[in-house]
């Protein structure tokens, strides 16, 4: 059961995160503008359908296990297939300890704005995406 809600999360997060940057975001430092470039890396990649950069690039080790590991992309692709014009506005960073918190709206053409907390992880060198909480 646990797996599958995590699995589901990391979907969650395909649908709603597909980001922009904004003024806040070209002005941060340090640990959040590493953050804000995560998100940034990873609206290039649904834009482009870069299905295996989001995998391989922006996931998590574990997002990316509950994804499916090397059908990561498929998972993706089917996840994200429906957005079009998608953004995300980020409106906080909490870090700690190696892990963060990201408020963020998301929108996409044809659908309502979403507030969602986006949760990474300090891997390998740089934040990843985690999971994602509403």
Known sequence: MRATSAAAAVCSVLVLVACGTNARQKH???PAQQIADTITALEHDLLT???SDVCEQVFSTDARAQAGNESCP?????GA???RDER???TGIVVRNGSATVNVVSTARG???VNSVIRMVFENGRYRVSALAQ
């Open 28 to 30: 941060a430092q340090g």
């Open 49 to 51: 359908r870069n299905w």
């Open 74 to 78: 498929d998972f993706v692709r089917q």
């Open 81 to 83: 297939a429906h957005l």
């Open 88 to 90: 995300i506005r980020v």
């Open 111 to 113: 659908q309502a704005a």
